[in-house]
């Protein structure tokens, strides 16, 4: 008998429960199952096969699903984010799964069958009782609609333990399915007649005609949506002929793309600076030596990072290897597409949860395939189903939203980016013009390799900063909010039919209470 250990989506003590598989089913380890967990059915993961039961009398696995699994190394992965952010491994090994794979069933309500309904219950649960009384069968969820969702499940809990419920849950492996689209082409037997359709259809047969004589105008197959708006086709036209034998209907799937309509910029390859010149040789002898190591591109804004980036992936795709791009936020993520897109044209997938369901699956099987190598977007793209990565790049590294605080697992994806790379033995390659204190230290201990890039690329160089003392202000009298050189500042450019933009270091509050007469900052006594 074979046993599987399975993580599974529901609050437990437990990171994973013994499973019994039965013979009937054909599973192995990293793949989606469905399983009994008390009265409910949940999704779990199968983390390890074998033949011995981690508890006694296991439960029998439901269902598997066939379409994916988790690799080793993913799971590898989870592991190590479940120990390191405390998190149920669920949590952890779900940062894996493709988008639109169903996480809970489907929940149905149904009469029992009993007449008599015993005492003891609440006016609440007597009202649940007459509705699904009412209905024969309802979903969970429209109960919950109709009586609020507090305390629903526990009044339903109650009523299934009575007897006087039966609940029932329907799984399902996917709520996205794949958008596909009907290839209508030509059969021999028509290419032979040519012209002459007389032979095949009668001459009343309009519709049937029409569609054969645009065929024929073409050199190739025409989708099914084309001839529905060119002239209105329905199925049943194309039924008749492909039952007549006159085509051949072949189903094709529609790639759902968020950069269709990309227009990337110029592929040409600049020539490096000096300082581009040395940190490029440094990165790429180590990308070459096979070996895990961390580089920190510490250049100021508009030094060229991003060339290096595209650099460290063209080297990475040359070696018949993958890379990931991460960008802090999804706004960014669109204006790195259109650099990468235009060095690697037809190799980008673009990954975040501002895409449309159907768009971020497309966008996943694409680099599952192998389609995609280069992948771009925020944290959630460190989890996409790379095939043999060869380099991992964080661009502005120090930004907090790479940390995830929201739901479980509540990962750093830097922490979680540098142990993916030290397992896979390949780059890291972490970019800011301020680099996060943490990291820089690292650099400076030896922990990460530091590159500078310490001038832009243009002649216009860094703009002029100038420090103002607002405590000297106050001290000349000047009680404004605004410094005296600002405020002069500001009158030059308005004068010029300028425009002017002040940043605030604080949004609603202020840091600190400070005497506009002495300048004195009152702090608290404790």
Same mark, same amino acid.
């Given at each position: 008998?074979?046993?599987?250990?399975?993580?599974?989506?529901?609050?437990?003590?437990?990171?994973?429960?013994?499973?019994?598989?039965?013979? +009937?089913?054909?599973?192995?380890?990293?793949?989606?199952?469905?399983?009994?967990?008390?009265?409910?059915?949940?999704?779990?993961?199968?983390?390890?096969?074998?033949?011995?039961?981690? !508890?006694?009398?296991?439960?029998?696995? %439901?269902?598997?699903?066939?379409?994916?699994?988790?690799?080793?190394?993913?799971?590898?992965?989870?592991?190590?984010?479940?120990?390191?952010?405390?998190?149920?491994?669920?949590?952890?090994?779900?940062?894996?799964?493709?988008?639109?794979?169903?996480?809970?069933?489907?929940?149905?309500?149904?009469?029992?069958?009993?007449?008599?309904?015993?005492?003891?219950?609440?006016?609440?649960?007597?009202?649940?009782?007459?509705?699904?009384?009412?209905?024969?069968?309802?979903?969970?969820?429209?109960?919950?609609?109709?009586?609020?969702?507090?305390?629903?499940?526990?009044?339903?809990?109650?009523?299934?333990?009575?007897?006087?419920?039966?609940?029932?849950?329907?799984?399902?492996?996917?709520?996205?399915?794949?958008?596909?689209? %009907?290839?209508?082409?030509?059969?021999?037997?028509?290419?032979?007649?040519?012209?002459?359709?007389?032979?095949?259809?009668?001459? +009343?047969?309009?519709?049937?005609?029409?569609?054969?004589?645009?065929? %024929?105008?073409?050199?190739?197959?025409?989708?099914?949506? &084309?001839?529905?708006?060119?002239?209105?086709?329905?199925?049943?036209?194309?039924?008749?002929?492909? @039952?007549?034998?006159?085509?051949?209907? !072949?189903?094709? @799937?529609?790639?759902?793309? $968020?950069?269709?309509?990309?227009?990337?910029?110029?592929?040409?390859?600049?020539?490096?600076?000096?300082?581009?010149?040395?940190?490029?040789?440094?990165?790429?002898?180590?990308?070459?030596?096979?070996?895990?190591?961390?580089?920190?591109?510490?250049?100021?804004?508009?030094?060229?990072?991003?060339?290096?980036?595209?650099?460290?992936?063209?080297?990475?795709?040359?070696?018949?290897?993958?890379?990931?791009?991460?960008?802090?936020? #999804?706004?960014?993520?669109?204006?790195?597409?259109?650099?990468?897109?235009?060095?690697?044209?037809?190799?980008?997938?673009?990954?975040?949860?501002?895409?449309? $369901?159907?768009?971020?699956?497309?966008?996943?099987?694409?680099?599952?395939?192998?389609?995609?190598?280069?992948? #771009?977007?925020?944290?959630?793209?460190?989890?996409?189903?790379?095939?043999?990565?060869?380099?991992?790049?964080?661009?502005?590294?120090?930004?907090?939203?790479?940390?995830?605080?929201?739901?479980?697992?509540?990962? !750093?994806?830097?922490?979680?980016?540098?142990?993916?790379?030290? /397992?896979?033995? #390949? $780059? %890291?390659?972490?970019?800011?013009?301020?680099? &996060?204190?943490?990291?820089?230290?690292?650099?400076?201990?030896?922990?990460?390799?530091?590159?500078?890039?310490?001038?832009? #690329?243009? &002649?216009?160089?860094?703009?002029?900063?100038?420090?103002?003392?607002? /405590?000297?202000?106050?001290?000349?009298?000047?009680?404004?909010?605004?410094?005296?050189?600002?405020?002069?500042?500001?009158?030059?450019?308005?004068? /010029?039919?300028?425009?002017?933009?002040?940043?605030?270091?604080?949004?609603?509050?202020?840091?600190?209470?400070?005497? @506009?007469?002495?300048? !004195?900052?009152?702090?608290? $006594?404790?």
């Amino acid at each position: 008998m074979l046993y599987a250990e399975v993580a599974v989506n529901a609050p437990a003590g437990r990171s994973t429960y013994s499973y019994a598989v039965p013979e +009937t089913l054909s599973v192995r380890e990293g793949q989606p199952v469905w399983v009994p967990f008390g009265p409910r059915t949940v999704r779990g993961i199968i983390v390890r096969l074998g033949a011995v039961p981690g !508890h006694e009398s296991p439960r029998a696995i %439901l269902s598997a699903s066939s379409e994916f699994n988790l690799t080793a190394f993913q799971i590898g992965i989870a592991h190590w984010t479940a120990e390191r952010y405390l998190s149920p491994l669920f949590s952890a090994l779900s940062l894996f799964l493709p988008p639109g794979v169903e996480r809970q069933p489907d929940t149905y309500l149904a009469p029992s069958g009993k007449e008599d309904i015993p005492g003891g219950l609440s006016e609440r649960q007597r009202k649940l009782l007459q509705l699904v009384a009412s209905r024969g069968r309802i979903a969970l969820k429209d109960v919950e609609k109709a009586m609020g969702k507090r305390r629903t499940s526990h009044d339903v809990a109650i009523l299934v333990q009575r007897g006087l419920l039966r609940r029932e849950d329907v799984t399902r492996e996917r709520r996205i399915g794949e958008r596909t689209d %009907l290839l209508v082409s030509l059969s021999q037997r028509v290419r032979e007649a040519g012209n002459d359709l007389t032979s095949v259809v009668p001459r +009343t047969a309009f519709r049937q005609r029409e569609v054969l004589e645009y065929l %024929l105008s073409l050199s190739g197959p025409v989708s099914f949506e &084309d001839l529905r708006v060119r002239f209105g086709t329905q199925r049943a036209v194309l039924r008749v002929l492909e @039952r007549k034998g006159l085509i051949d209907v !072949h189903e094709r @799937r529609i790639w759902r793309s $968020p950069l269709r309509a990309a227009s990337p910029r110029s592929s040409i390859v600049p020539r490096l600076t000096g300082f581009q010149a040395r940190a490029w040789k440094t990165l790429a002898d180590g990308m070459r030596s096979g070996l895990y190591r961390e580089y920190l591109l510490f250049g100021v804004t508009g030094s060229g990072k991003t060339e290096l980036y595209l650099r460290a992936t063209q080297e990475a795709l040359a070696s018949g290897r993958s890379a990931i791009c991460l960008v802090p936020e #999804i706004v960014l993520a669109a204006q790195t597409v259109d650099r990468f897109m235009g060095r690697f044209p037809g190799r980008v997938a673009l990954l975040h949860s501002g895409l449309a $369901p159907g768009e971020q699956l497309d966008e996943w099987e694409r680099v599952c395939r192998g389609d995609a190598s280069v992948v #771009i977007g925020p944290r959630s793209a460190l989890f996409a189903p790379v095939n043999n990565p060869g380099v991992i790049i964080l661009d502005e590294e120090h930004e907090w939203a790479y940390k995830q605080d929201d739901v479980a697992p509540r990962y !750093h994806a830097r922490a979680v980016a540098r142990e993916m790379a030290s /397992r896979a033995r #390949i $780059p %890291l390659l972490l970019g800011s013009a301020t680099p &996060d204190v943490e990291t820089f230290d690292r650099a400076l201990q030896g922990g990460a390799q530091l590159l500078e890039l310490p001038e832009r #690329i243009s &002649d216009g160089g860094l703009p002029l900063i100038e420090l103002v003392d607002m /405590r000297n202000e106050l001290r000349a009298g000047n009680f404004s909010l605004f410094s005296r050189v600002l405020l002069s500042a500001m009158r030059e450019a308005l004068g /010029r039919k300028e425009q002017i933009l002040l940043f605030l270091n604080r949004r609603g509050t202020a840091t600190l209470v400070q005497c @506009r007469r002495c300048g !004195h900052v009152f702090a608290c $006594p404790r």
